[in-house]
């Protein structure tokens, strides 16, 4: 697997300037070529021992894709993941601060010394509904109704661990200076906690952040991504109940309120720009029809390309909740904001960077059960393209975004604007599928997932080695960040001073679900895989 990477011999001193040379084998130039660096055979020396020492680990990794895919957490609510994860690196050396902003799932853990200060993130929260056995190439809850991994938020931090115990023995060994921070992706799925990360100062003495995010090819780009950002609020109202049929006159519904509000926000969408997504449930909705609700509460996202745009769009959303409260003589309540994200940027340094170390590192060897589970599921999804995995890594680097349509968002685009960032998406998961769905969650515990996860950890030992022992480029990396990116952007937080991170969301829906959930945590001391431990002889696809 690791066949493309080519280690130069030459035994100049990293410190001694000679003539660039050619990295590797041929590659298509990317759009943007970095600066060669200067020869540095200690680096490379370092950087291919970390590879090997990813790949002596890949039993370890395989283990937290496996035990965090079983614990199959909400956002906000992943308490198992959390406690298992902060097990982990205190074992290894870390020091943890655990229920960092408020928030009781965060936490932050930190290794080393001075400077460069590299953060690694991933996020770790699943999707309600997406119960899911791994393997199996249709949809099969474990538990009915219960939330999964159907996003795949069980394999980043493996990665980032997995590179970040490799990188740490090598530091100590080597005396480099520099400090590993590793922070986890709470509530992403509700964009519920990054912007709070920030105003709690997690970033503030950060040099770079170097985030992962599952995807079903091994890439990173720069600039100007496609998607949206996004502000998060709920909107409650209060009227007052009477007997529905003796005396309907008396009451005033809540839920009126919050019904004239999706009629407004449905008929003023035609008016929006194209890139708006916008989309809502109803989270109270009244008790019984023969009560008026006294209490009715709409909880909204409100996305767009841009800061100025988001803001706009949630201004629409207050005025039509004010009239809509008019309308049926009830009280708008203080609205709540649950969440909220910038548009992401990432930055060109570091993406080169990594780009330089995903060619060297390529694709995972897929096997015939791996492609056989792949192919059978994008059938059964009437894909009509049922190609299997990807082989192939994506020919160039990707720069900007041109024309931006919109789309999901994360809220690593708050800390893309605070601090030079990178996502590294890395191929775990099968294309051609819905997202938020059970069925993206059926490779996150196979061997698809184990492999994808392992070549993206190599990836980010090698570029974290990267900035830890080359200190221009995380200078190079500040100078974009300064003079290109926030030169005429400068980053001001959504959420409002008044708000505080949602951490209640989910709780009553893991209260009923964990008890049966816990039956089916994975035990690695006595299974090799969780699919061993289902019984699961992968891949099951329908004949
Ligand atoms: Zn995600």
Redesign the pocket.
């Known amino acids: 697997m690791t066949a493309r990477i080519v280690f130069t011999t030459l035994a100049a001193t990293a410190l001694i300037a000679v003539a660039p040379i050619a990295q590797q084998a041929p590659a298509p130039a990317p759009a943007s070529a970095p600066a060669p660096a200067a020869a540095n055979p200690k680096l490379d020396a370092l950087k291919k021992e970390a590879v090997a020492e990813v790949e002596n680990r890949k039993v370890f990794t395989q283990q937290m894709v496996d035990q965090i895919f079983s614990y199959g957490e909400l956002g906000f609510q992943e308490v198992e993941t959390h406690r298992y994860l902060v097990d982990i690196l205190k074992k290894n050396g870390f020091q943890v601060e655990e229920g960092v902003a408020g928030i009781p799932t965060a936490f932050v853990a930190t290794w080393g010394s001075g400077k460069p200060v590299i953060a690694l993130g991933s ?1 770790i929260d699943g999707i309600p509904q997406a119960s899911q056995k791994p393997g199996v190439a249709w949809h099969e809850p474990l538990i009915e109704g219960a939330p999964g991994h159907g ?1 795949g ?1 069980n394999s980043g931090q493996a990665l980032n661990v997995t590179a970040a115990i490799v990188v740490k023995k090598i530091m100590e060994r080597e005396k480099l200076s520099g400090t590993i921070r590793l922070w986890p992706g709470t509530a ?2 509700l964009v519920g906690t990054k912007a709070y990360f920030i105003r709690a100062g997690l970033f503030k003495d950060v040099d770079v952040a170097l985030f992962t ?2 995807s079903d090819g091994l890439d990173v780009s720069w600039g100007a991504r496609s998607g949206t950002g996004l502000v998060s609020v709920q909107y409650s109202f209060q009227g007052e109940t009477a007997h529905a049929a003796g005396a309907p006159w008396r009451g005033r519904s809540a839920l009126d309120a919050v019904e004239l509000m999706d009629i407004g926000w449905n008929f003023r969408r035609e008016h929006l720009r194209l890139s708006q997504r916008s989309h809502n449930v109803i989270i109270d909705g009244g008790d019984q029809p023969n009560v008026v609700p006294r209490t009715a509460s709409v909880w909204y996202y409100f996305r767009e390309t841009d800061f100025a745009h988001i803001k706009e769009m949630w201004e629409t959303g207050d005025t039509i909740a004010k009239a809509a409260a008019m309308m049926a003589g009830v009280e708008l309540l203080p609205t709540k904001v649950l969440g909220a994200a910038w548009p992401q940027h990432f930055n060109k340094v570091v993406a080169e960077t990594t780009w330089a170390n995903i060619q060297k590192v390529g694709m995972p060897q897929w096997d015939e059960d791996d492609q056989t589970l792949a192919k059978a599921l994008q059938k059964e999804l009437k894909n009509p393209r049922a190609e299997g995995l990807t082989t192939k890594l994506g020919e160039q680097l990707q720069g900007p975004v041109r024309e931006n349509t919109g789309g999901g968002s ?1 809220d690593i685009g708050d800390v893309s604007w605070t601090v030079p960032t990178v996502t590294l998406r890395y191929p775990a998961n099968i294309p051609g599928l819905p997202g938020h769905n059970w069925a993206n969650a059926i490779a996150m515990a196979t061997p698809i997932a184990h492999k994808g996860v392992t070549a993206g950890a190599k990836v980010q030992a090698m570029t974290i080695l990267d900035l830890v022992m080359r200190p221009e480029l995380v200078q190079q990396a500040w100078t974009y960040f300064k003079d290109v990116q926030t030169k005429d952007t400068k980053y001001e937080p959504l959420i409002r001073p008044q708000d505080q991170p949602a951490i209640w969301l989910n709780k009553n829906t893991m209260d009923r679900y964990r008890p049966e959930m816990k039956k089916y945590y994975y035990d690695p001391a006595k299974y090799k895989t969780y699919l061993e431990q289902l019984g699961i002889k992968y891949p099951m696809v329908k004949k």
């Open positions: 996020d996003e938020h992403e799925e995010h599952v994360d």
